[in-house]
């Protein structure tokens, strides 16, 4: 069967879909390992991560369901939520690959400043203190401050920031364009014939 045909369609949009369900588990896996050995204690962080990893695996569970039973209601409304995920994921992913260092500086800082939780995960891990400066009357998560200098965790965070920028925003390029891919099959294949169907049924 060639690759046009409805055989090979319904194969790639179930291919996709098992992917996308695979991705969001270790989504969740990931957060609640994190969250269980101490590595991340915000709530928010982890809260947010196993949030969108739900949403992802009912999202390809619909374009499973729809797959597998050429559900038209089903296909329509996968086709739509997957073009906004798209537009969504395309925006934040072009602009981690295009943000300048005052922007990165300036994101780091209101990031910093929103969770005491996140600050105290990042003392900790990176055997830092403070943002911009350590201010010796509040208190520090990382090991350095009981006995030497510490360093700022601005300059720890800002030596790796740009790298996991670029990565982040390489990695979401390249799953938006799986979900354009994912919008066209969709698209392509609610409109195709299933030829064990019977022929009046078609819509």
């Not at 797959?67 to 798209?86: D, E, G, P, S």
């Not at 981690?96 to 500086?105: D, G, H, S, T």
């Not at 891990?125 to 601005?154: I, M, P, Q, R, Y």
Request: positive net charge.
């Amino acid at each position: 069967m060639s690759c046009s045909g409805f055989t090979c369609s319904k194969n790639c949009l179930c291919a996709i879909n098992l992917l996308y369900v695979m991705v969001s588990m270790l989504m969740i896996g990931i957060a609640a390992w994190g969250k269980w050995f101490g590595l991340v204690s915000s709530f928010q962080v982890v809260g947010g991560i196993i949030g969108v990893g739900v949403f992802l695996f009912f999202v390809a569970l619909a374009g499973l369901i729809g797959a597998i039973k050429h559900h038209q209601v089903l296909l329509f409304f996968y086709m739509i939520i997957l073009f906004l995920v798209f537009v969504v994921q395309f925006s934040v992913s072009s602009a981690c690959l295009a943000i300048n260092k005052e922007q990165q500086n300036h994101l780091l800082e209101v990031g910093w400043n929103n969770s005491r939780s996140t600050q105290r995960d990042i003392e900790k891990s990176l055997n830092c203190c403070g943002f911009s400066h350590v201010d010796v009357n509040e208190t520090c998560a990382a090991a350095c401050f009981s006995h030497t200098k510490c360093d700022t965790c601005a300059a720890k965070i800002q030596e790796h920031a740009g790298e996991v920028l670029r990565f982040v925003g390489g990695i979401g390029l390249f799953f938006s364009f799986t979900e354009i891919l994912g919008v066209w099959l969709t698209y392509r294949y609610r409109n195709q014939k299933d030829p064990r169907a019977n022929p009046s049924a078609f819509l």
